[in-house]
């Protein structure tokens, strides 16, 4: 019962992320995680431990493993050029950000900033998939883990519109560009396209193959005493799998990716009240948007020295900042057709790094302070 619950309340807030103006506004992992909160702390139901546990277990496995079966280099890295220096200079600039903010603010975060500064360098280096990798091999507890959920979306949502209201007034008269509109298998700019049945069965075969493969290979490691987290097998395997031959039979797996990893975000609201998020919420969510900040700052001072489009750097620094689906929202928005498939290629190269980058992080800091 609690996880037909728990997929229920999924359900009902990704139909209104659909069909809602101000629901689609927030986005549906926002209006999920918003009504989980509110069903946890009107009623005090909580989701049994056994749903919890697979739900975050072998469902979020299934999904991160769909989500980077789309990461094909071959097609992602030329469109992911004309972005690839700005987007450099954006994760440095959150890689520098998560260090330096979370010095300053580790008197009022507690040693949970380490946590924080391994998740918030993922997750601003390629968006919440990273985020969500990175949570689950950390063991956040639930209460924090809301708590930086939100502030991960309030920063990239306040920089996505800065970013708009900054691309739109510094857009100066040009030619219009010509769109190059073709597609590849590893650019999902139609993700939310119903995809055929036989697509669906094929993409959920190469998520269970990668899954089993993953398995298989934690377990052979540790018989050879490596003891490598799950969860970097898992992404290795998975981008290795997403460059082989017959990407079309891998269309539907960023769609089927999107969907499948909402649960997670029901199970943080369902197991978290709202007295922990106003009681600790404000320090993580400063530190979210320095971090944000910073990056920012560290982006446009490049554009000016390199002389970069302001538009290419502000596409660039939001696929760190949101990922692929924000930032192809952005080049829509500033009216540049030309930026569409870019975007959507850097934010895939950001969810092949931002793993390392996040369990690197905060592996570092454990062994320096620890």
């Excluded at 005090?44 to 280099?73: C, D, K, Q, R």
């Amino acid at each position: 019962m609690s996880l037909v619950l728990v997929l229920g309340l999924t359900g009902l807030g990704w139909w209104l992320a659909q069909v809602n103006s101000l629901a689609r506004k927030f986005g549906s992992t926002m209006v999920i995680l918003i009504l989980g909160l509110l069903l946890a702390n009107v009623t005090s139901w909580t989701p049994e431990p056994s749903a919890v546990s697979w739900v975050n277990g072998p469902l979020t496995s299934f999904a991160i493993a769909e989500l980077l079966l789309a990461v094909e280099l071959r097609s992602v890295l030329p469109d992911a050029r004309r972005l690839l220096l700005p987007f450099i200079a954006a994760v440095a600039g959150t890689l520098v950000a998560v260090l330096l903010v979370g010095l300053l603010l580790s008197g009022w975060l507690g040693q949970s900033w380490i946590s924080l500064a391994g998740l918030f360098g993922a997750t601003f280096t390629g968006g919440s998939l990273n985020f969500v990798s990175v949570a689950r091999s950390l063991e956040i507890p639930p209460s924090l883990l809301l708590i930086a959920t939100a502030a991960d979306h309030v920063a990239f949502t306040a920089w996505f519109v800065v970013s708009l209201l900054i691309g739109r007034g510094g857009r100066q008269h040009r030619a219009t560009d010509t769109p190059v509109l073709k597609s590849s298998a590893s650019t999902p700019t139609n993700a939310f396209v119903m995809p055929s049945l036989r697509e669906v069965l094929f993409g959920l075969l190469w998520g269970g193959a990668v899954l089993l493969i993953s398995d298989r290979m934690v377990g052979f490691l540790r018989l050879l005493g490596i003891d490598v987290p799950s969860i970097l097998v898992l992404t290795t395997v998975a981008l290795i799998a997403a460059q082989l031959p017959r990407s079309d039979s891998r269309s539907a797996c960023y769609g089927l990716g999107l969907v499948l990893i909402q649960p997670f975000f029901a199970v943080i609201g369902l197991s978290s009240s709202l007295v922990d998020l106003f009681g600790d919420g404000l320090p993580v969510l400063l530190y979210a948007g320095l971090v944000v900040l910073v990056q920012a700052i560290v982006v446009l001072q490049a554009r000016r020295l390199f002389r970069w489009p302001l538009a290419e750097c502000l596409v660039a620094s939001q696929a760190a900042v949101g990922g692929p689906s924000t930032a192809l929202a952005l080049a829509g928005s500033l009216e540049r057709p030309n930026l569409v498939l870019p975007s959507v290629a850097i934010g895939l190269l950001g969810y092949l790094l931002g793993t390392y980058v996040g369990l690197a992080v905060s592996a570092s800091l454990n062994g320096l302070i620890a």
